[in-house]
């Protein structure tokens, strides 16, 4: 079960967050923690790629739909916007960060390492202050909420899947490609020295278990012909390997049963691209390339319930509280009193602008 968290004043949201701290305590350490901020409390957490849609694979089970839909929105972004973006993105987990970040569809979702910031996000009606009947009506039925997630604890699951679930999966699988059966001595290897591939020394508990694609990528690059020798003589780090094999590449992963325990999406870092990212220090959860077989999409509409949720995962619901915000006038009126302001989340000249003209307080 999900812990559950109350707030009806901003005094009351921060003293939520500290007892989320203590719920999640890990033996007395202090651990870091994202946040997500929703309008809806029944907004899933789900990326907008998977929202409501299934998709098709070839014969061989090495390319669905959903690869296909990736490719087409990295070719025409990367064509059309290269020249707005300030930095050097080379790699396609790089330009996914950016476009998932200017509301893009992608297999990311959305986080940040500011509770303050996902809070404005959940009642960024309130904070958005212009005049317009869509957030009038967004200011009526908004029940917003913030989610906590513990990267590390998450990412640990995504290892111990890979270590001890993954080989029962591939073995079992009717519809998995030929990929994820080459990947049985790696997945013995991740099992048998998790305190070597993963958990390190004690002493990197702040930086430790959440990873870069695009540094792995250089990593791979580096390697050049001899990468596939230094993944089987583990050489490298075959945690990394199965990460940019699932996450960056995305194999697809076949869930042939509705209560299939499932791989989880995996908590991740990127350089920020932009002073919108950078600005709302943002993190990224990316989600495996989920294929349901046809019976699972089956019971998947008909009972309204997608198993690819994140909150809907059982292996990972540790790895999450929720915080329900009771009365959202009254916090994003005291937010504001503080000093937020909806150019924090989106710093550009035409929000300052209408900062200027439409500032008022909803309370």
Not at 249 to 265: F, G, K, M
Not at 355 to 363: A, L
Request: overall charge neutral.
């Amino acid at each position: 079960m999900i812990s559950k968290f109350y707030a009806s004043t901003l005094a009351e949201f921060y003293g939520a967050l500290n007892d989320v701290k203590e719920d999640f305590k890990d033996n007395g350490k202090e651990l870091r923690f994202w946040f997500r901020g929703h309008g809806h409390n029944y907004y899933n957490l789900i990326p907008t790629l998977y929202r409501g849609q299934f998709f098709q694979k070839n014969g061989n089970n090495t390319y669905t739909q959903m690869n296909l839909k990736e490719d087409y929105r990295y070719q025409h972004f990367k064509a059309r916007a290269f020249h707005y973006v300030d930095s050097n993105p080379v790699y396609k987990s790089e330009w996914q960060e950016i476009y998932q970040h200017h509301f893009g569809h992608t297999r990311l979702m959305d986080w940040t390492e500011s509770a303050r910031t996902a809070l404005s996000f959940a009642l960024e009606p309130f904070i958005d202050t212009r005049a317009n009947k869509e957030l009038e009506y967004k200011r009526y039925h908004c029940t917003p909420c913030v989610w906590v997630l513990n990267p590390y604890e998450l990412n640990k699951k995504v290892y111990g899947y890979m270590g001890e679930k993954l080989p029962t999966d591939i073995k079992k699988s009717r519809t998995m490609c030929r990929s994820w059966k080459d990947w049985l001595p790696i997945c013995e290897e991740i099992k048998n020295h998790r305190e070597i591939y993963f958990d390190g020394n004690k002493s990197d508990l702040e930086i430790k278990g959440v990873i870069s694609l695009c540094a792995l990528e250089d990593y791979r690059k580096s390697f050049g012909e001899g990468f596939k020798r230094a993944v089987y003589t583990f050489e490298f780090n075959p945690f990394y390997y199965l990460a940019l094999r699932i996450y960056s590449d995305a194999v697809p992963y076949s869930i042939e049963t509705y209560d299939q325990e499932i791989l989880p999406p995996m908590a991740l870092l990127h350089p920020y691209h932009s002073n919108r990212i950078r600005t709302q220090r943002g993190a990224f959860t990316m989600f495996p390339n989920y294929f349901l077989e046809e019976g699972v999409e089956k019971k998947c509409k008909n009972r309204n319930r997608d198993i690819r949720n994140m909150e809907e995962q059982d292996y990972i619901s540790g790895c999450l509280k929720v915080i329900y915000i009771i009365n959202p006038h009254e916090i994003a009126r005291e937010l504001m009193l503080s000093g937020e302001r909806r150019s924090e989340l989106y710093p550009d000249i035409q929000t300052y602008a209408d900062m200027i003209e439409t500032q008022k307080y909803y309370c």
